[in-house]
């Protein structure tokens, strides 16, 4: 009875393995990368890079952005600033990965809303990780506001 069960566990571990290749390509192709014009303007590895950030960003956001800014990018009414379509996101680029590295504690305004936001530092982010966010948060939830590699924060950071 015990080889019959270690068989079964067997047979589903199987199954995982060959059906997680099919199920990661899917997301692929139907994630928030392949739907904007952001993603078909760029080269086929800019297209591989940027599709390993968005995956990679979104990990990242759920870990360290979604429990203030919530899982739809919505944030909390007046307490917290919305990522999604968010006029403040596409018009400051260099200013959003600054807020992500330092925190905040300044007024800002959102899609025509004041918040008073006390935004936490997460210094501990590296440049890499940095731009997974921002190219996750840029391209989800109807924003379609580009690709930003390790290379543009280390420039916007210095």
């Keep these: 009875m015990v080889v019959h069960l270690n068989i079964q566990v067997k047979n589903y571990t199987s199954y995982f393995f060959h059906l997680f290749p ?30 390993k950030y968005i ?31 968010s006029d403040f996101l ?8 600054h807020l992500i590295k330092n ?19 997460h210094a501990h982010l590296s440049n890499l990780e940095i731009a997974e966010i921002m190219t996750y948060i840029n391209n989800s939830w109807g924003n379609e506001f580009g690709f930003v590699d390790g290379k543009k924060v280390k420039k916007y950071l210095k």
């Design 22 to 51: 099919f199920l990661f390509l899917l997301f692929i192709g139907c994630g928030p990368a392949r739907n904007n014009e952001a993603f078909k303007k760029l080269s086929t590895e800019e297209q591989n890079k940027y599709q």
């Design 55 to 85: 995956i990679q960003g979104r990990d990242l956001y759920k870990a360290n952005c979604a429990s203030c800014h919530q899982a739809d990018g919505k944030g909390l009414k007046k307490l917290i600033p919305p990522l999604a379509s």
């Design 90 to 97: 596409r018009k400051n680029q260099i200013e959003s990965v």
């Design 103 to 121: 925190g905040a504690s300044e007024s800002i305004t959102v899609n025509g809303i004041s918040y008073q936001p006390t935004m936490p530092a």
